[in-house]
């Protein structure tokens, strides 16, 4: 209890406020709150969080949540009260590494990514946010700093005063980043409290994938006052990173706030010193600084609040999907009850790769994230939650990868929806039909993931600048990628590094790098062997040496060994999946490697090329892939018009086109969906509008990516189930 006393103290004793208010100093009570959140009376919140309870003079009064959900506060003035939640405690998470490459190598895999560390944990009293106290409802949680529910309390008979607090049920997050540290037993725990929260919350999990290059990021905060141009409740309550993150969307808010000193800049127009004004480094109106333009002030906040990188993708995704399973049909709506909020699975993985260039990294870390995904599903499986996932970009392959292991399995239960927006995977990346044709290492593929969803959505759009060329030569919403026509078909190109990531995999000392180094002294004692059948005397005396004292050794018999390792490594998989993989690592998205399958031949072949090739490189040639799954939806797979020229070149699949409309379902939405990540990046054209400008132009492209993404299809005609709607 000491850290717990301590925190308090240190809290109370940076938020002194002065005496304001009318309340009466004679009366005196003892509060009991009960703090549970909206899935169920039974829902505690966790113990040792400590509360800081606010009386009309604003003085706190600290006390910390009990093991029964209870925090008790002596001597609080009656009247109106007020609190918050202190952030943390943090729970600890172990020293054990979550990646477990560097177990089952000679050598240690490198992780090349851009976070120095990947771990993250939520304080206890994160995402808490109050909803409801006592009957009286808060009416937008958002502002609960700023503008704090307020209650009621006076001195019973017993002389005290009980309230219940009802909060948002916690964040949910599924790591499955390489650089942390995370104990079995405490990942364990983590997925048992998803289980329970969603088992709690309608028994419908929907899981978020975000993309390649996002980093882990920060975690936002509730906004200061000073920042939205309002008054602290309470002299104390200035500054709000000493409470607890709420890890939820303000898009709407910081869009009102831009507006807002917009619109006050715009009166200050007409006044004598304006131009002036502008003129000064510091120049500020109503108290505030000038701004120029909506995006920059707009996105500056919304880093601040939001925070960064997956941490803020998941709570955005979130809001709009509860916005939509409200059945509000604008992004104007504000939701109106906050009592059913669903928190979504965020599933984070190391997609920030150093080069950021090197997109074949990212691609084999998400087969990995999707094997460690598979058996987090399955759990989720067994525990009777209908699933749904989304995926943007290349999450697809983290989706795809665990799909296609619990598809091999042929297990009963399958997820409902696998939902992909701008999928950076191969436009036929979902057929059960192996093909070596375009599909250089054996990863564009995953054969049985269609066995372990019901319904496969994709929804692309082709004038995604990234994974391909826009339509429209004027459309530079992605930048440098829009200049070149799209990244992802320059994935293996030379500025990417081909496929040299392949030795990563296999470091120095490694069963597959030994045999590479067998290979180079094989072809070096058959050049040997050549200049002396020809009688060549330019090496003579090197090629003595390295014949006399370097063992012989065959080509054969390089091979036989190959073919061995990979074979033994094979069967002890094939035997128990969840094996760790070794040589076979890169291609995790394979629940099992079946001698006679094709998939399992193709593997076998590309390791030889690598081996006796000396290069973990393949020629340009060797490299020729397929067109992206998000840019060009069933175009060429299973086309509605036939063109002979592209037919030629693309045949359609026949298993795809076998399922569209049945199991597989395609929905344009290139009309709109103008940027590669224009579910995040183009809120601020929607929320910076005023009513009047809104009114006066077309929807914003954002507007119609909430109507027609989120609501219409996703909520409306995929999930329908969503949390307690």
């Known amino acids: 209890m000491t850290s717990i006393t301590g925190t308090a103290k240190s809290f109370t004793n940076k938020h002194q406020s002065e005496k304001i208010g009318t309340g009466t100093d004679t009366c005196r009570t003892t509060v009991v709150i009960y703090h549970r959140d909206t899935l169920g009376k039974d829902r505690k919140l966790p113990a040792n969080i400590v509360v800081m309870v606010y009386d009309e003079s604003g003085k706190p009064i600290p006390a910390a949540i009990d093991k029964s959900g209870y925090s008790t506060h002596l001597n609080v003035r009656c009247g109106k009260i007020s609190w918050q939640l202190v952030r943390g ?17 000679k050598s240690n895999i490198e992780r090349k990514v851009t976070d120095k560390s990947e771990s993250f944990q939520f304080g206890r009293s994160d995402g808490y946010v109050l909803v409801e106290a006592n009957g009286v409802k808060n009416k937008d949680p958002r502002e609960q700093f700023i503008k704090p529910l307020k209650i009621s309390v006076s001195r019973g008979q017993d002389g005290k005063s009980n309230v219940t607090a009802i909060y948002l049920p916690p964040p949910m997050l599924l790591n499955l980043r390489f650089k942390q540290k995370l104990s079995s037993k405490k990942r364990k725990e983590e997925i048992n409290k998803i289980v329970q929260q969603v088992k709690a919350d309608g028994k419908s999990a929907t899981l978020f994938i975000h993309g390649f290059n996002v980093p882990l990021g920060t975690i936002g905060r509730f906004p200061n006052p000073t920042e939205l141009g309002e008054n602290p409740a309470y002299d104390s309550l200035k500054d709000s990173r000493g409470i607890q993150a709420p890890y939820l969307y303000y898009g709407d808010i910081i869009g009102e706030d831009v507006k807002k000193r917009i619109d006050a800049q715009a009166k200050a127009i007409s006044s004598n010193n304006y131009g002036e004004l502008l003129k000064i480094k510091n120049g500020k109106i109503n108290g505030r600084p000038v701004i120029t333009g909506r995006q920059v002030p707009y996105e500056k906040l919304d880093e601040v609040l939001h925070g960064t990188g997956a941490l803020a993708w998941f709570p955005t995704v979130e809001y709009y999907l509860n916005l939509a399973a409200s059945g509000a049909t604008s992004t104007n709506a504000k939701l109106s009850d906050w009592t059913k909020y669903s928190r979504i699975i965020g599933v984070t993985w190391s997609g920030s790769v150093d080069p950021s260039r090197t997109f074949f990294r990212a691609e084999i870390y998400a ?43 042929n297990q009963p239960k399958k997820i409902k929806n696998l939902i992909m927006l701008e999928a950076a995977v191969a436009d036929n990346a979902i057929t059960a039909n192996y093909t070596r044709e375009k599909n250089p290492v054996a990863m564009e593929l995953f054969p049985f993931a269609y066995k372990a969803a019901e319904y496969i959505r994709i929804m692309y759009s082709k004038e995604d600048g990234v994974l391909g060329p826009d339509n429209s030569l004027l459309d530079l919403d992605d930048g440098v990628s829009d200049v070149s026509r799209g990244a992802y078909p320059l994935k293996y190109g030379v500025i990417a590094g081909k496929t040299n990531v392949f030795g990563d995999y296999y470091p120095h000392g490694s069963a597959i790098n030994n045999q590479r180094a067998n290979a180079q002294s094989e072809s070096v004692q058959a050049q040997c062997k050549s200049y002396i059948k020809n009688k060549d005397q330019r090496f003579k005396e090197v090629c003595d040496y390295i014949l006399k004292n370097q063992p012989s050794i065959s080509k054969a018999q390089i091979e036989d060994e190959l073919k061995a390792l990979i ?21 995790s998205h394979f629940r099992r490697f079946p001698e006679n399958e094709d998939y399992v031949k193709h593997i076998t072949d590309i390791l030889m090329t690598m081996v006796f090739r000396n290069t973990w490189k393949l020629s340009s040639k060797e490299l020729e892939i397929r067109p992206a799954l998000g840019h060009v939806g069933d175009k060429f797979t299973a086309p509605v018009q036939k063109n002979p020229k592209l037919l030629k070149e693309y045949p359609p699949d026949n298993f795809i086109s076998g399922l569209k409309e049945k199991q597989f379902f395609y929905h344009d939405q290139s009309s709109y969906f103008t940027s590669h990540s224009a579910i995040k990046d183009l809120i601020w054209e929607e929320m910076t509008l005023t009513d009047h400008q809104r009114k006066r132009s077309n929807p914003t492209r954002f507007s119609r990516i909430y109507r027609e993404t989120y609501k219409d299809q996703i909520m409306d005609k995929y999930i329908k189930k969503f949390g307690r709607y």
């Open 89 to 105: 405690p943090y729970d600890a998470a172990g020293t054990e590494s979550f990646d477990k490459s560097n177990k089952s190598n």
């Open 367 to 409: 087969n990995e994230a999707g094997r460690t995904l598979a058996k987090d599903i399955s759990t989720l499986l067994e525990n009777n939650i209908q699933v749904n996932i989304i995926t943007h970009s290349l999450g697809a392959r983290v989706a795809l990868a665990a799909l296609n292991i619990l598809g091999d399995a």
């Open 567 to 587: 074979q033994n490594e094979m069967k002890m998989v094939n035997d128990d999946w969840q094996t760790e993989l070794k040589i076979l690592r890169p291609w």
